[in-house]
């Protein structure tokens, strides 16, 4: 089970961490990932680790700003998100599978979802 925390409204320019909680299993050999999926759109890869913490990604959108991290002995991934911007609006997943990569359909366990909304 992934839990995430930490969502919120924010305004832009703003910062907020999302926490991911695995309970249940350790994950400290599982890739890891954050998604969001805003209103009317599709859900998209918003950054991912590796198991080690040394292969990481972004998409595009977020480099800069996103930083992802994890804490295998927490059993934890985080997502450091500054410089908000008002098109980051989405609920945020937590993803986890033993590969991993960009696509959605390559993890297996997810979270519920943390609402982050930005306001001008």
């Known amino acids: 089970q992934l839990v995430e925390s930490g969502g919120g409204a924010v305004q832009a320019g703003g910062s907020l961490r999302l926490s991911c909680i695995a309970s249940?299993?350790?994950?400290?050999?599982?890739?890891m990932a954050w998604f969001r999926q805003a209103p009317g759109k599709e859900r998209e890869l918003v950054a991912f680790?590796?198991?080690?913490?040394?292969?990481?990604h972004y998409t595009d959108s977020v480099k800069g700003r996103f930083t992802i991290s994890r804490d295998n002995a927490k059993n934890a991934v985080y997502l450091q998100m500054n410089s908000l911007k008002v098109e980051d609006t989405a609920v945020y997943y937590c993803a986890a599978d033993t590969i991993g990569g960009n696509s959605g359909s390559l993890y297996h366990y997810w979270g519920q979802g943390a609402q982050v909304t930005v306001s001008s």
């Open positions: 680790v590796n198991w080690s913490g040394v292969n990481l």
């Open positions: 249940g299993r350790p994950v400290s050999t599982y890739a």
